[in-house]
């Protein structure tokens, strides 16, 4: 089980990643997020919305309420430019990071 | 099933000095519960099981509340920077480049005329031009949202800045040249406002006004392309 301090770090690269592939609202990010880790990353919702409307305000996602098919009115949250281009970076510091660990601390699979 | 939106209200407390914002969070969340409720109850769990379960997604709520304030007031910050200061900067670096040009071409075009009152004529020209200015600041202003004093406060940064050069040119010369009496320094400040504050403030509010204006009519040539 990853600890909730560990797993705060990863959520702006997890929900940056989840919305690259199309719009999500935030259950779905959490659940995408949730699946794809196989159930290691679960977020909060202490955890989740505030780094949302952070990320929002930063000007990275884009909200609006979207009528679904079930006629439920949700907040669905889509990738902005900005927020594309800030994907890259994330990415290749995570890279950087999970090498130095495999140097440092011999983690066969990060 | 559950009131989720209630429990929300409940469990969150306030969250945002805005009502109608704190509603569209509440409801976002209580969307986020009874769907994770829901896709439980679907696998079988018992509604009492997931109801627990539900709760204990929430997280703190205590967590969550500060969590969203914190991110609140990283939004009004930003939006200050948008509405107000940067709109300030660029009307401010507006201002005093057309200011700096104005003096040069001025001083270069008159030199020779000792008849001609170069101050008089650059400090018309710039009074002129300051309205545009305005109008530039005002745009990006209104462009993020910003409103009212927002707008305003905005264009007039440039004045402020010289209305404290001003007061404080004032304090020095009291300290430092206390032999000139201050019934002849009070008035030489006074006109000093009136020409380095109040007039371009005034140009400045004037183009922001204008082009208020212009953005709020629905007959602009840029609201006609939309519609």
Known sequence: MIRTELKRGTAELAVLSVLEEGPLHGYEIGRRIEDRSRGALCYTLAALYPLLYRMECRGWLRADWVTGANGRRRRTYRLTPRGKKKLKPLRAEWADLFRALRRVAKVSHA | MPDWRAHVRQSLGKCSGDSAEEERIIRELAEHLEEYYLALCDNGSSEEEAFAKTCAQAGGWDELRRGILSAKQEETMQERIRQVWLPGLVTSLGSYFVLALLQRVAIRSFAGHPGIPHGVVFYSLWLVVLPVVGAGGGYLSRRWDGAGWQVYLGVLVP??????????????????????????????LAVGILGWTVLPGAGLCLGAALQGLLHRNPLSPVRQESV
């Open chain 2, 159 to 188: 004045a402020m800045g010289l209305a404290v050069i001003l007061v404080a040119l004032f304090l020095i010369s009291t300290v430092a040249g206390p032999r000139v009496p201050l019934l002849m320094k009070l008035p030489a």
